[in-house]
């Protein structure tokens, strides 16, 4: 379809066809926020374009921001004119005027001095002006280049070329040299200063060149120019990003940049084989500082020949990482592409892709790489004066609480002391002191931490009961103080853990020595140790039985467990009053564990905030962005007027939904699903008789959501005991969501089947339609990999069998409740059973409820802070929940919320906006269901034409 161009406020949206108008009002907002550096808390639900919107209102933001630089550098440059502070150049005006108004003047300094402090500031920066614009010109030569005679793939093949001439070429040498002879009697016949004529050991230039990788950083740091960095939670969203964009108006002329882990990135198959994450970032760190040493062992003298154990990685090739780069700057290229480029060119895509972010316009990248500060730095990322965007942060505070928080279990601390005290007994001769101390000290935190759990270090964990049991919760002093630790600085600990690479190191002696090594020394000193072999071996003997459930794949190599204890030891340097230390005593010291919970995740976010020009923070359904407002923004100091809210509806008609709160069924049963009321006969079976009458009303696939698995076992045993189960199964085929992850696809394959073959004419759509985009028109959209799941050939959904369709029966937070899509049949009715709440006795949501009743300010009138968020945690589920239904302009679906809590005006208020302004309140039973037949009813009468 050719591209719309809107224009709107006068501004220019090009859109690859005509946007709905709450998208024309999208990008407007989006675009004001963007100029006025503000943050943005933006939602549109799934379905209403809001990835093109993000794309098309950035972008051309973007466009128009490069387009004022150029146009001020123009000027600036332009002969016979001078900057000045008149504000009419907007360079000047933002950068060394400001500086120069910054600047506090000495009183009574002579008009000369600030005269010519000024003309310096403007000389200074027509120089720089020029110094970006020819780097500006020298990428734009280069990347022009590189599109029109692509040097990385004839590169990539003239090296593998040298490599195997350079091969053969030495394995001739080598049969030379042994035919002729390398004894020392030979060197001894060597006249006085002949040696001198003997050639040393060469270096070609592309190993010197490689070798010096930290000489040619001036060559890779080009300019950082303004850019746009869009985050996203999972792998599949961030393609599906990047689909968008290449199906954009903007998708020829952008320079995209995609980055992932090692992981996700990786070409090197002996790292891949690792499996685990830590692993493969240390051993790639090894292999570049090997590459590194090479060069410089060579000034000195060894004083001990050491057998080499690692290699330099053959894909970290300083000039093909180079062509890589400008490679993935000429086109937009999703991750899968990139690694095929990285393996046709052998050059590493994860460098290459990072030396490609400062000349890209668009940064793509998972949440965790942006909002962690180590990793953040680690991949070159910089945000000062840069935009940032935030999608599907729904869960935002969430994400952030979790990549701060850890865990370490007793078994993991013993098994870390018992090889670090192994290491340093086989290598105490070779430490220097200062690492002896160092490691003596680790293994004393090490000790106290198992202490603190009530075990004895020199046990084995595995048999050690425990008196105690129970969870304690401690402030990070009074954690330090019980385990005698307060004494020891954490923050030289964690910087030693981090420069040393101990924890690697202590990989290697472990996979190289075997599990357990006993040394002379320490066979006396620490006989208790022998009792360690078993249990440290039955360590590594394989994954668990959950584990093996959750997935059957090959399980990766374990890191070495002081990995583990680094990020607790870490966490402990955080501020006392932004988190909580819980001791979890279970059965004997390896079940039980130590847990970091951080409190306060504005303490990480705030500097995102304060570095970059804008944040936009965007999701399908945002409510309650109180959340947002107070423990994230407010909390990160930012102040209230530069917040902004959108909220936009739905592309839908409005009778094209029904969202109905029963508060009773159809006995009279108050609905009310508490904890202490919602395991009674009564209430289930009352649940059991709304879903037989909805289902005989509803076509197609009716979702049913419960608030946790426990409870979804228990009413689908009472229904089976009491005949309610078969009742259902008269309409609906019953499908219930299992447990293992391994199994979720199968049963949505089978659930999806049973409704496709429906086949009911003209409205009629097939479920298994995967599209790429939030706007689907034709087709439905359900995330799932295609497999070759074996589905049962019943017609579940024919009407000669009495089948109407099915019946999924789901658990809130579970993982149908998020990412996966009912649209049209699949979904025609979502069931909302009782009011999620999260587990109020959890020491860790009591902790977080008393710490912001505690920094939040209480409004007369309103609940506790504390009270406020256990609420919105409630609401942020139920609103994931309902959302799964309507996917798209043409859908339709009911949403029945059951539970008269649900018609609370401070409930309601936090439903998202397009279900709240159309919702219904029944008292009773018979007008919700005699509602629910007249709207299917008239949605189903164009079906039967």
């Known amino acids: 379809m050719a591209d719309e161009n809107q224009d709107m406020g006068g501004v220019h949206f090009p859109f690859p066809f005509p946007p709905y108008p709450i998208q024309k009002d999208f990008m407007a907002e989006l675009y004001k926020v963007l100029e006025a550096g503000k943050i943005g808390i933006f939602e549109s639900p799934t379905g209403t374009g809001k990835s093109l919107s993000l794309i098309c209102g950035a972008l051309s933001w973007l466009r128009d921001f490069e ?218 760190v090894d292999m570049q500082r090997s590459k590194h040493e090479k060069n410089g062992a060579v000034e000195d003298k060894p004083k001990r020949k050491r057998r080499k154990i690692h290699t330099s990685c053959p894909f970290h090739n300083h000039e093909q990482m180079q062509l890589l780069r400008d490679e993935i700057l000429l086109e937009v290229k999703d991750m899968e592409q990139l690694v095929a480029l990285g393996k046709e060119a052998r ?27 180590a990793t953040r730095q680690a991949a070159g990322i910089k945000l000062q004066g840069q935009v940032v965007i935030i999608d599907e942060a729904h869960n935002l505070i969430d994400t952030i609480t979790s990549i701060y928080s850890t865990e370490v279990n007793g078994s993991q601390l013993c098994q870390a002391h018992s090889q670090l005290l192994q290491y340093m007994e086989r290598y105490r001769k070779r430490l220097k002191a200062k690492n002896l101390m160092y490691i003596k000290q680790i293994l004393y935190l090490l000790e106290k931490f198992v202490a603190v759990l009530g075990g004895n270090i020199k046990q084995n964990p595995s048999t050690q009961s425990l008196l105690q049991t129970g969870s304690e919760l401690k402030s990070i002093n009074d954690f330090l103080f019980q385990s005698q630790i307060d004494n020891i600085n954490l923050f030289k600990v964690q ?55 959750e997935d059957q794949a090959t399980a990766p190599r374990p890191a070495s467990p002081l990995m583990h204890i680094e990020a607790f030891l870490a966490a402990l340097t955080t501020a006392n009053q932004d988190g909580r230390v819980i001791l979890n005593r279970q059965g004997n010291v390896g079940q039980s564990s130590l847990k970091f919970l951080l409190l306060n995740p504005a303490v ?41 809210e959108f909220s936009c509806g739905h592309v839908i008609p409005p009778d094209n939904i029904l969202p109905l709160i029963i508060c009773s069924g159809p006995s009279n049963q108050q609905l009310e699903f508490t904890y202490q009321r919602r395991e009674l006969p009564q209430m289930m079976e009352e649940t059991g008789r709304i879903l037989c009458n909805l289902c005989n009303v509803v076509p197609g696939g009716v979702v049913c959501f419960f608030p946790s698995y426990e409870y ?89 069998g009495h089948l109407t369709g099915a019946l999924l029966l789901s658990v809130v937070g579970g993982k ?16 909302m059973v009782g009011m999620p709440y999260p ?87 018979g007008p919700a269901f005699a509602a629910m037949r007249k709207f299917h009813r008239e949605k189903s009468l164009p079906r039967l034409v």
């Not at 006396?524 to 022998?530: M, S």
């Not at 570095?611 to 359904?621: F, N, P, Q, S, Y």
Request: with cysteine; hydrophobic share 35%.
């Open 67 to 284: 387009e004022k630089r150029l146009q001020a550098e123009a000027r600036l440059l332009a002969p016979g004119s001078g900057p000045t502070c008149d504000g009419k150049n907007s360079l000047m005006s933002s950068s060394s005027c400001q500086e120069s108004s910054g600047t506090p003047r000495p009183a009574g300094e002579p008009d000369w001095i600030t005269e010519f402090v000024q003309k310096k500031e403007e000389r200074d920066l027509v120089e720089r002006l020029k110094e970006e614009q020819a780097k500006r010109r020298k990428r734009e030569e280069r990347l022009q280049q590189a599109c029109q005679d692509g040097r990385l793939r004839f590169a990539a093949k003239r090296m593998k070329q040298e490599e195997e001439e350079t091969e053969t070429l030495l394995r001739l040498s080598r049969e030379m040299l042994a035919t002729i002879g390398t004894g020392p009697e030979q060197l001894e016949q060597l006249e006085c200063g002949e040696e001198e004529l003997v050639l040393a050991e060469y270096e070609s230039d592309e190993e010197r060149r490689a070798s010096r990788v930290d000489e040619d950083e001036d060559d890779l740091e080009e300019e950082h120019i303004t850019k746009i960095y869009y985050c996203s939670r999972t792998h599949s969203q961030l393609a599906q990003f990047i689909q968008e964009v290449r199906k954009s108006p903007f998708g020829k002329e952008t320079r995209l940049v995609s980055l992932g882990s090692r992981q996700n990135l990786c070409v090197n198959e002996d790292v891949k084989s690792l499996g685990s994450v830590q692993l493969m970032n240390d051993r790639c």
């Open 347 to 373: 050059a590493c895509p994860y460098y290459g892709s990072r030396f490609a972010i400062p000349a890209a316009q668009l940064v793509v990248l998972p949440y965790p790489m942006l909002l962690h500060a």
């Open 495 to 549: 910087r030693y853990l981090e420069k040393s690479m101990i924890s690697r190191k202590l990989f290697g002696f472990t996979e190289r020595f075997g599990v357990v090594l006993p040394s002379v020394s320490a066979s006396q000193e620490n006989h208790g140790l022998d009792g360690f072999q078993h249990f440290l071996k039955s360590l590594h003997s394989g994954p668990t039985e959950d584990s093996l459930e």
């Open 604 to 644: 990480h976010f705030a500097q995102v905030v304060k570095e970059c020009r804008a944040v936009v923070i965007a999701g399908g359904t945002m409510q309650p962005v109180s959340d947002f407002r107070e423990q994230l923004l407010a909390c990160s100091g930012v102040e209230a007027d530069r917040v902004v």
């Open 712 to 800: 979804l076992r228990q009413v689908h045993a009472h229904w089976d005991k009491t005949g309610l189960l078969a009742r259902l199964s008269v309409k609906k085929k019953i499908f219930q969501e299992p447990k293992k992850a391994s199994q979720v696809e199968q049963v949505l394959m089978a659930y999806s089947k049973c409704i496709s073959v429906r086949g009911s004419g003209a409205g009629s759509r097939s479920p298994l339609c995967l599209t790429a985009g939030d706007r689907c028109e034709e087709g439905s959209q359900v995330w799932l990999s295609s497999t070759g799941v074996a589905l049962p050939s019943q017609c579940c959904s024919q009407e000669g």
């Open 816 to 831: 149908m409740s998020e990412g996966i899509n009912f649209s049209d049949d699949l979904g025609r009715c979502v069931v």
């Open 839 to 925: 587990n109020i006795k959890s020491a860790e949501l009591q902790e977080k409820m008393a710490y912001l009743n505690q920094i939040i300010p209480r409004t007369q009138g309103q609940a506790p802070p504390g009270k406020v968020l256990v609420e919105n945690l409630c609401m942020k589920a139920v609103n994931q929940s309902i959302g799964r239904a309507i996917r798209h302009q043409r859908d339709f679906a009911s949403i029945v919320l059951l539970d008269h809590r649900y018609a609370r005006p401070s409930v309601l208020a936090k439903l998202p906006a397009w279900i709240r302004d159309r919702v219904e309140v029944k008292a009773t039973f």
